[in-house]
């Protein structure tokens, strides 16, 4: 297949563009080049999405690139917008002018909370800016013939030089800083090499529709943060727990229980996503040092 990922210098667009080896990559960057014969896309420009995308001709468009800051999104409201919806706005219009599948990165944000292990039947209800305007993308891409929507939570992986919990954790406890995580914070941690595997599968056997892939473990971040120490044979006692009402430092409101039901995916993939600990020995075993 010809593919087109867009953000494929961040987190999950790197792992996508080194997973999909057998096919035909054009690797769409916004601001930093990872991969030689990446091209520059600014997707708020909608002439440009479009030439890009009717120059290639992909058979597939997988838009990962996004606002993912979620403070970010809550200060600059205007930038969110014009990245998450703007963006998604055209590059789903290119989609259907080339008659391209579109491959849509969502976010378990999108819910409130208030429940946890949300299926694809759950309605959405945004705390956040950043949820909402995720919530907003998911609305331009299901205006594209053959899309795929695939909600995901808590990315992490190794990245040349993007940050994420679990890389910002590893240097907090090799620098033996001691650090307070969240004990009432629920997430589905997410491997971006599984997520990218995932991914490519599912667009080989062209599902289309809503689907939530992500790790199949509901998880708090203290947990998580724990299961990263004993992992990768650091001191967990470094890590000591705090309540989300005690943390000053977040601008935006986080969704208490975000995690993630994963049984529509698992019945449609050989490839299963991971659970914690499954993830964390993968990220260890694929260390780039």
Not at 57 to 79: F, I, M, Q, S, Y
Request: glycine share 8%; with cysteine; proline share 4%.
């Amino acid at each position: 297949m010809k593919l087109l990922i867009t953000g494929s210098s961040g987190l999950l667009g790197s792992k996508l563009v080194e997973a999909a080896k057998d096919h035909e990559v054009l690797a769409a960057y916004g601001t930093k080049p990872l991969f030689p014969d990446s091209v520059r896309m600014d997707i708020t420009s909608k002439n440009e999405v479009l030439r890009i995308v009717s120059d290639f001709k992909p058979d597939v468009v997988v838009h990962t690139a996004a606002e993912t800051d979620v403070d970010g999104c809550e200060l600059n409201r205007g930038r969110g917008w014009q990245l998450n919806v703007g963006g998604t706005k055209n590059i789903a219009a290119a989609c259907a002018k080339v008659g391209a599948s579109l491959v849509y990165v969502s976010t378990d944000y999108v819910f409130d909370g208030e429940g946890g292990l949300y299926t694809e039947e759950d309605v959405p209800n945004p705390i956040n800016y950043y949820g909402l305007t995720k919530l907003e993308g998911e609305k331009q891409v299901m205006k594209v013939d053959g899309h795929l929507i695939a909600r995901t939570s808590v990315l992490y992986g190794w990245h040349p030089w993007k940050k994420n919990f679990a890389t910002w954790l590893l240097n907090s406890l090799r620098e033996q800083k001691q650090i307070a995580i969240v004990d009432d914070h629920y997430n589905s941690p997410t491997l971006a090499d599984n997520l990218a595997e995932l991914l490519l599968e599912a667009v080989k056997k062209g599902l289309t529709g809503l689907y939530h892939i992500a790790g199949r473990e509901r998880v708090s971040r203290f947990r998580f943060a724990l299961e990263i120490a004993r992992i990768f044979e650091l001191n967990g006692e470094l890590i000591k727990p705090i309540k989300m009402a005690e943390l000053k430092a977040w601008v935006a409101k986080r969704p208490r229980d975000s995690s993630l039901r994963v049984d529509k995916i698992e019945r449609q993939l050989k490839i299963k996503p991971l659970n914690v600990s499954e993830g964390l020995r993968l990220m260890k075993e694929r260390a780039p040092f």
